[in-house]
Nanobody
Framework: QVQLVESGGGLVQPGGSLRLSCAAS????????MGWYRQAPGKQRELVAI???????NYADSVKGRFTISRDNAKNTVYLQMNNLKPEDTAVYYC????????WGQGTQVTVSS
C-alpha cells in the first residue's frame, strides 16, 4: 500500500521559513516524479513544485527563488524548503507521487501571519 505522510507545517511570521517533509512508504521516491501542491480556502489546488525522477525541478512563478524541492532517496523522503514566507502562502500543502495514478498525502497546514 502506497502512503505519503506530510509533516512540518505550522504557524510562522511573514519572512520566516519552514521545511515540509513527505515520507513515502510502498514506493521508492527515486523512481517517480514527486510534487508539492497547495490549496488555500476557497481556491483550487495548485502546483507548487515538482521534482522528476531525473532530478529536474519546476516551480510555480509565485514561489520561484523562495522555495526549494529536494529528495533524500536513502530516507525515501521529499522536502520542501520554504523561505521568505508570505501571507499568501497560507494553505494546506499536499505531497503527490505520480505512479501512473496520483497518490496524495493527507496534507499539512501552513499559516503565515503576524
Amino acid at each position: 500500500q502506497v502512503q505519503l505522510v506530510e509533516s512540518g507545517g505550522g504557524l510562522v511570521q511573514p519572512g520566516g521559513s519552514l521545511r515540509l517533509s513527505c515520507a513515502a512508504s510502498g514506493i521508492s521516491v527515486r523512481f517517480y516524479t514527486m510534487g508539492w501542491y497547495r490549496q488555500a480556502p476557497g481556491k483550487q489546488r495548485e502546483l507548487v513544485a515538482i521534482s522528476t525522477r531525473g532530478s529536474s525541478t519546476n516551480y510555480a512563478d509565485s514561489v520561484k527563488g523562495r522555495f526549494t524541492i529536494s529528495r533524500d532517496n536513502a530516507k525515501n523522503t521529499v522536502y520542501l524548503q520554504m523561505n521568505n514566507l508570505k501571507p499568501e502562502d497560507t494553505a494546506v500543502y499536499y505531497c503527490n507521487a505520480n505512479i501512473g495514478t496520483p497518490i496524495w498525502g493527507q496534507g499539512t497546514q501552513v499559516t503565515v501571519s503576524s
